[in-house]
């Protein structure tokens, strides 16, 4: 079966990893095979993470491909580790989300906060409040390969271990690692697991990546207006969205993930990165349409 057939639908999901039982940053968007326009799930719905988990394990339409746009592991390769100098720090990215989840065991909504406070573990994080942990080194901080890949193409990555600032994404990095851990089993994650030829498939996702494919120019990537989306999604082949006038960027962000993984999905190329060996598959993963 070609990629091009692989998969019938797919899902663009806006991740947050927000404190509280319900985000707004959380935006879930799907479309169909074919050119038709991209539709929000549950449109009017404030998502929380565990709605998302009963979404993807009860609710997902069958063959369905799922961009999650968070970091799915840490940085590993760079220091042998990825905690270094700690006895707990975990083989591969399998053991950091069950290692993510047992600690946060407690912590409600699938937060990660006893994971970023724990001492040893925090050690590794830049934290709000001025908080750098002494292993956190100077400048951007560490990167997987998949963040170095990022980079080459022009893009601006942040580290996973960074938790401030706006464009970082360390916070929904972790938050999505108690998800991932959860649906071992249900849904493989790619590359982490390997592809069974059928059915549904989740994967990382960075959908600064998607706006630059749809012609939208740097620094203009979070589309606040109808019309704006629109003209990214015909640069996609895409129909348009209904509506007109504003129109929220985790919403508008969610509907491009959508439809690009369409078009996306169907590049064989893309599946198989010169630099994703089995080794960095298993333990730092991949952004899916970096090549």
């Not at 601006?156 to 959860?182: D, E, I, Y």
């Not at 012609?215 to 209904?242: C, F, I, Q």
């Not at 491009?256 to 010169?274: D, F, N």
């Amino acid at each position: 079966m070609s990629t091009r057939e692989r998969f019938r639908h797919f899902a663009g999901i806006d991740w947050s990893g927000a404190v509280g039982a319900r985000q707004r940053g959380i935006r879930v968007a799907l479309c169909h095979a074919g050119d038709a326009a991209p539709i929000l799930v549950r449109a009017d719905h404030i998502w929380s993470r565990e709605d998302v988990l009963a979404w993807l394990t009860d609710d997902l339409p069958a063959d369905t491909l799922v961009g999650l746009d968070l970091g799915a592991s840490l940085p590993f390769l760079d220091q042998g580790s990825y905690f270094p100098g700690w006895s707990r720090s975990p083989p591969n990215a399998r053991a950091l989300w069950t290692l993510v989840d047992e600690i946060c065991a407690d912590d409600p909504h699938l937060a990660a906060t006893s994971f970023v406070d724990h001492p040893q573990a925090s050690r590794h994080f830049r934290r709000h409040g001025g908080r750098v942990g002494d292993l956190f080194p100077p400048g951007r901080g560490r990167w997987r390969l998949a963040e170095h890949a990022q980079a080459a193409l022009g893009l601006s990555p942040v580290s996973n271990l960074n938790l401030v600032g706006a464009a970082q994404v360390g916070k929904s990095s972790l938050t999505g690692m108690r998800m991932l851990h959860r649906l071992a089993g249900r849904v493989p994650v790619w590359p982490f697991d390997p592809d069974p030829g059928h059915g549904s498939l989740l994967l990382e996702i960075y959908t600064s990546l998607a706006a630059r494919e749809a012609g939208v120019r740097a620094g203009r990537s979070k589309l606040r207006d109808v019309d704006a989306l629109n003209a990214a999604l015909a640069g996609l082949g895409s129909a348009p969205v209904a509506g007109a006038g504003a129109i929220d960027d985790h919403a508008s962000d969610a509907l491009l993930a959508a439809a690009w993984l369409r078009v996306a999905a169907t590049r064989p190329g893309l599946w198989h990165p010169s630099a994703l060996t089995p080794e960095v598959a298993r333990i730092e993963g991949w952004t899916f349409g970096v090549p």
